[in-house]
């Protein structure tokens, strides 16, 4: 990591996510390397930011609900930057581009949930957008589809990201 210019971006761990019926792929373990990643990068001075899906009515992320607030486990800061958001990519429509230029970040280190919608589709556009991506590979989740396990969907992310789009790391492997 390149220390000043660097920032974490946890995408959408919501309440809600622990909440699905469906059980999120090694959830205990996503959090521990979140925890992990939070506290690394307040010690060293890296700003944190967190997105939140906002969902439609009904849906267990709907904004305002119960489900829609960042993981209690996710100590939040007065400093930590919030980003709302209502598409996958979270810089889609969002402020997320205009905070990142303002605090001259060039490089992002990537978590988050769900591995195939949301972290997929901001790591692609953060590659487009010409930042120096890192997806930390056992930093975010999925859940099983009727096609695929949830690991498989997470080795297949990993690998297709570590090809084009984003330097791919372990959380003990992130030093910042």
Known sequence: MN???AALLI??????????EQPLFKDKELVSNNQLLISKARMAGIPVFFTKHDGKTGM????GSPGWNIHPSMTLKPEDIIIEKNHPDAFQQTSLQQELTSRYINQLIITGI???ICVDA????????????????????TYDSIV????????HHNSVHAQWFASVVKTKDIIF
């Open 122 to 141: 901001t790591c692609r556009r953060a590659y487009s957008l010409g930042y120096d991506v890192i997806l930390v590979a056992d930093g975010h989740s």
């Open 60 to 63: 267990l992320n709907q904004k």
């Open 114 to 116: 769900q591995t195939e």
């Open 148 to 155: 695929l396990k949830a690991s498989q969907i997470i080795n």
């Open 3 to 5: 220390g000043k210019n």
């Open 11 to 20: 995408i959408d761990i919501q309440t809600a996510s622990f909440l699905e």
